[in-house]
């Protein structure tokens, strides 16, 4: 039987023994773990660094080495250099010291064999601020790929400004063409009118001629008896009463003052008439104010009379519509499109009927007419510029496609109601000033 003092050296070498196969096991573990760690060093494509505060390197990766062109023995334990990386490196460090920061990244580029790589650097403290561990994945790929796509984005923004000016620069022709199919319907229209017009200026023109030759004829005559009136003034006065009877002086006065008014009023005519023709050709589209409807229908009417006046009648049933705001020219061609649309489309005893009203804060203007009316497949293309149902040469078709920019300018709205064989009618909507 084993003594105590025996019992207990066995039990020691036992717990010894034990303690000695564990530390060989811890040996082993962390000599395998060693060599796990060496060849991930090894192997592994990214710079791996340990240093110290003081940028002293502690343990670097054989892919670090490779990339300086030195041997890894020549650096562990050894200052950070000055090469570019070495530099980059060293602002790493003084970047988390400075900051103290546990952790930091940051992007970095150097010049590898002439080729520019680039890294992305990790950056963190341990064994409190004495070390730091630096882990920097290449990323050159995925950065040259950011430059490539951020080359691709400022192109397209290149391209991008320069289409925007030429569609800005195609907008602004676009405006420069609409203005001037604007001003080719007015003076299209304005041919169309000339003849007529042309006439209504002649008859005026034409009783002011003959008046004036029947004053001239008067004149000598009344030029003669004044003479004769002085010679034998200190005479006789029968004979001065014979002379006033004998030339019909008195009745010549009398036709004279009405030769005189006929003649003013042919005048006044034909100042009106050039002064609707000069309103509606002017192309000041910036002129904006307080229309009178009834004074745009009027004019509308004497400018177009030749297109009506001899096979339709007109019927107007206007009321006081003075506070509508928009260009008066504009809304001149508009009434003055209408008119005509509707004058070539009655026959022999047609009949325009033009209404004024205000309703619902709105000024209202319908134009009816009994003409052919159009026909449902055309109804939904009067609005396009061009479309025209006329033979060529006898419109633009441009009237209706003007007339409804002009309307919806000014925030209004033009509608059209019609049935083939029973007239057309229709409605023109502005808002009134509030």
């Not at 022709?173 to 006439?199: C, Y």
Request: proline letters at 2%.
């Amino acid at each position: 039987m084993m003594n105590e003092p025996s019992q207990t050296c066995f039990q020691l070498k036992g717990l010894l023994q034990t303690e000695i196969a564990n530390r060989a096991t811890i040996t082993h573990s962390f000599i395998n773990l060693q060599e796990k760690n060496d060849v991930l060093m090894k192997l592994s494509p990214c710079i791996i660094l340990w240093v110290t505060s003081n940028c002293r390197y502690i343990e670097a990766n054989q892919f670090y080495a490779n990339l300086l062109k030195k041997d890894i023995n020549e650096l562990n334990g050894y200052p950070v250099g000055c090469s570019e990386l070495e530099l980059k490196l060293r602002r790493t460090c003084d970047q988390i010291l400075s900051a103290k920061e546990a952790n930091y990244s940051d992007t970095i580029s150097v010049d590898v064999d002439g080729q520019k790589k680039y890294f992305f650097l990790t950056a963190q403290q341990y064994d409190g601020d004495s070390s730091i561990a630096i882990l920097g994945q290449d990323v050159t790929e995925q950065k040259e790929y950011e430059i490539k796509l951020e080359g691709i984005n400022l192109d397209l923004d290149a391209m991008v400004r320069k289409r925007t000016s030429q569609l800005e620069a195609q907008i602004d022709n676009l405006k420069q063409t609409k203005l001037q199919l604007i001003q080719s319907e007015k003076m299209a229209a304005v041919g169309v009118m000339a003849a007529g017009v042309a006439h209504e200026i002649n008859n005026p023109i034409g009783y002011i001629q003959c008046n004036l030759g029947v004053l001239e004829e008067y004149f000598t005559i009344l030029e003669k008896a004044v003479t004769d009136i002085k010679s034998i003034a200190t005479r006789q006065s029968d004979a001065i009463s014979d002379v006033i009877s004998s030339t019909g002086m008195e009745d010549m006065l009398l036709d004279v003052r009405d030769i005189i008014a006929e003649s003013c009023e042919g005048t006044r005519k034909v100042t009106d008439i050039v002064g609707d023709l000069k309103s509606f050709s002017r192309q000041n589209h910036s002129e904006i104010k307080t229309c009178d409807i009834g004074e745009c229908v009027e004019a509308a009417l004497r400018v177009s009379k030749s297109q009506w006046q001899y096979h339709c009648t007109i019927e107007q049933d206007i009321d006081v519509v003075e506070n509508v705001i928009c260009n008066p020219g504009e809304l001149n061609q508009v009434l003055l499109n209408l008119i005509v649309n509707a004058a070539q489309s009655v026959s022999d005893n047609g009949l325009i009927q033009i209404k004024a009203q205000v309703k619902n804060e709105m000024a209202i203007i319908e134009l009816t007419d009994n003409g052919c009316g159009i026909k449902g497949e055309v109804m939904k293309n009067i609005f396009e510029p061009f479309f025209t149902t006329k033979e060529v040469g006898e419109g633009t078709g441009l009237g209706l496609f003007i007339s409804h920019g002009i309307v919806t300018k000014y925030g209004g709205s033009i509608t059209v109601d019609s049935n083939p064989d029973s007239g057309t009618s229709i409605k023109v909507s502005l808002p009134l000033v509030k």
